[in-house]
T-cell receptor, first 112, second 114 residues
Framework: EAGVVQSPRYKIIEKKQPVAFWCNPI?????LYWYLQNLGQGPELLIR????????DSQLPKDRFSAERLKGVDSTLKIQPAELGDSAVYLC??????????FGPGTRLTVL | QQPVQSPQAVILREGEDAVINCSSS?????VHWYRQKHGEAPVFLMI?????EQKGHEKISASFNEKKQQSSLYLTASQLSYSGTYFC???????????????FGQGTILTVHP
């Protein structure tokens, strides 16, 4: 069974530029999560989808971050414009019925 | 309301045991344990649900004390492959929009030496 796929794995951009991350969850997993992980810290939830509906986006900085999960399968997380403080690893995870979460390899973002 | 993990770091020799604790200030419904190696994704170890059960996974087991709002992860006869950062993720609601939502602790760095 294929795991959670994320791309790109690494991204370096200058501040104020836009950036987008893509995630394809495990087939059949209806719940999709986007997390932010800073160095030496645990993952912090940004947004959670149940199928195509965002059921928890309270932690998403909506002035610059947006996400979508069209057709309830893969998802895109966008930052526009990026700030220096956005440098982190962005993890995508999926689960079936809210059980154990399976994480993708993450996208390491560096904002210069 | 981030759960608090202790210790922050632990160093072991192969074959030694370790315990990692995860405490919450809020009543727990579930606790998930993950291990993350440097530069890799967190890997699921086990989930414990409200009810004080204990689960085992090879030489790694965990307990869930509902009264103390705490979970402990036990690593026995540690191996080199156990090295990594261990995170607990806590869930508080069985239903509604909080179901499936986890809040992760800050992590415990475990290093196993030969």
């Amino acid at each position: 069974e294929a795991g959670v796929v994320q791309s790109p794995r690494y991204k370096i951009i200058e501040k104020k530029q836009p950036v987008a991350f893509w995630c394809n969850p495990i087939s059949g997993h209806n719940t999709l999560y986007w997390y932010l992980q800073n160095l030496g810290q645990g993952p912090e939830l940004l947004i959670r989808y149940e199928n195509e509906e965002a059921v928890d986006d309270s932690q998403l900085p909506k002035d610059r971050f947006s996400a979508e999960r069209l057709k309830g399968v893969d998802s895109t997380l966008k930052i526009q414009p990026a700030e220096l403080g956005d440098s982190a690893v962005y993890l995508c995870a999926s689960s079936a019925q809210g059980n154990e979460q399976f994480f993708g390899p993450g996208t390491r973002l560096t904002v210069l | 309301q981030q759960p608090v993990q202790s210790p922050q770091a632990v160093i072991l020799r192969e074959g030694e045991d370790a315990v990692i604790n995860c405490s919450s200030s809020k009543a727990l419904y579930s606790v998930h344990w993950y291990r993350q190696k440097h530069g890799e994704a967190p890997v699921f170890l086990m989930i414990l649900l409200k009810g004080g059960e204990q689960k085992g996974h090879e030489k790694i087991s965990a307990s869930f004390n509902e009264k103390k709002q705490q979970s402990s992860l036990y690593l026995t006869a540690s191996q080199l492959s156990y090295s990594g950062t261990y995170f607990c993720g806590t869930g508080w609601e069985a239903g509604g929009t909080s179901y499936g939502k986890l809040t992760f602790g800050q992590g415990t760095i475990l290093t196993v030496h030969p």
